[in-house]
């Protein structure tokens, strides 16, 4: 199990729970977590045994955004004497941000995210890349970024309006306004809300293990026809899953679950 400067990580019964650890800081996202962040999704995508993860936050919030310190050390990190370079230095460091977050859409397993409390700024970049999210009615949700005079830059304004439509993710994004677990609800950014913290920690727990029953290759290709049917045409996502299932129906996954299915019994999967 790798140990992580701002996450820990657990792994039951095929299910990884990434934990954002930080709580004196409200779990602000310094330099350290946004490396963690694609090391521990590296991990889990490489790892078998899990199967699916479940990304939370410890102490009072889920996270208070991206850690101000870390903006302000931005410009020492990429100053050149040219100012061509400066700037393309600094576009550098906003893709390796992006690449840190997209790490959790890259990663083959569900990844489900379970925020209580706070979720601001870089925290709705940072679930927008989750497959699921889910809140508890304690939860509240900003796009900052537009209070501080800056255009959020790793994925909010790309991924938020698939979530929630074009309009409402304008509007969030124009005015920085809060909302709420219910207005979250309404607007479909989150599956559920859960009345409190713990109650959402156990019934995350409980969808992800239902996850974590079914065929890990059947999952796994449902993530990935799901995520590039996003993307491209239905025609394109057609011709995809029939080039996928051809390339991967005939598993000892279909063998177990049809197996299975005639007996009553509870298919057993390979990992």
Known sequence: MPDFETLTIAVEDHIATLRLNRP???NAMNAAMWSDLRAAFRYVDETPAIRVAILEGEGKA??????????????AQVRDDCDGRTRENLRRVILDLQESLTSLERCRKPVLAAVHGA??????????????RYCSSDA??????????????VGTLQRLP???GEGMARELAYTARKFDAD?????????????????????????????????????????????????????????????????????????????????????????
């Open 24 to 26: 004196e800081k409200l």
């Open 62 to 75: 889920f996270t208070s955004g991206i850690d101000l310190q870390m903006m302000l050390g931005v410009g």
């Open 119 to 132: 979720c601001v700024g870089g925290g709705i970049d940072l679930i927008c890349c989750a497959d699921m």
């Open 140 to 153: 509240w949700f900003t796009i900052k970024e537009i209070d501080i005079g800056m255009v959020a830059d």
């Open 162 to 164: 698939r979530l929630v």
């Open 183 to 271: 207005e979250a609800k309404e607007m479909r950014l989150v599956n559920r809300v859960f009345d409190t913290p713990e109650a959402l920690r156990a019934g995350v727990r409980e969808i992800a293990a239902q996850m974590a029953a079914k065929s890990p290759l059947s999952v796994r290709g449902v993530k990935e026809m799901i995520s590039y049917a996003r993307d491209h045409s239905v025609a394109d996502g057609l011709n995809y899953v029939a080039t996928w299932n051809a390339a991967m129906l005939m598993s000892a996954d279909l063998q177990a679950a049809m197996t299975a299915g005639m007996s009553k019994s509870t298919p057993i999967f390979k990992d």
